[in-house]
């Protein structure tokens, strides 16, 4: 089990990051937000779930280990795998989601991309006794989002998560007026805002 990465990041995408450590170059799979706050030639850190399957093995890194034991605590219920465990940490992250799943909380459940009504259902019933497990970090905010790249990392992040193009640039639109307010929001804030917005269709 490789429990974290550090080492130097030598590329990033909207939902992934390479880290060169020792020479070898390490692919994770990564939240919108992650991937954001990487900076290309620096050193950084990520909390990391090996998911295996028959015809692939692929690295998951977070921005810290609760993040991690989120996603790997998600795949407990029945019905879901990795992508469903990823668009959880995206949208909810650890201190929401245990808030969600102690109050029963449907609706906040149901803003996950591909998690319906029923899915949120089982999710309380198989997760209640277990959720509790998670610790209370706060994953840290990445650095203000960017006049000229907010946008392209949200569409990205969102066509990640599964969301049609049409749909990611209409929620671009709907979140336009949080950069504008304040040009330092991070990009995680602006996902959170457009996923909201998208929920609400």
Known sequence: MISH???TV???GATW???EVNGFGMKT???PATAAAARLGAQTTVHTSLVVREDSMTLYGFQNADERDLFELVQQASGVGPKIAQAVVSVMGPEDFRTAIASENLVAL????????????KMVIELKDKV?????VTAPTPSGAGAAQ?????AEGLQGLGYSTRDADAACDNVAHLVEEDP???IAVLMRAALVSLARK
């Open 110 to 121: 149901c803003k996950v991309p591909g998690i319906g009504r029923k899915g949120a259902q």
């Open 5 to 7: 990465l550090s080492g």
């Open 184 to 186: 330092g929001v991070g």
């Open 132 to 136: 509790n497990a998670l610790g209370a």
């Open 150 to 154: 907010w946008r392209e990392q949200v």
């Open 29 to 31: 799979l990564c939240t």
């Open 17 to 19: 990051l390479v880290l």
């Open 10 to 12: 030598a590329g990033v």
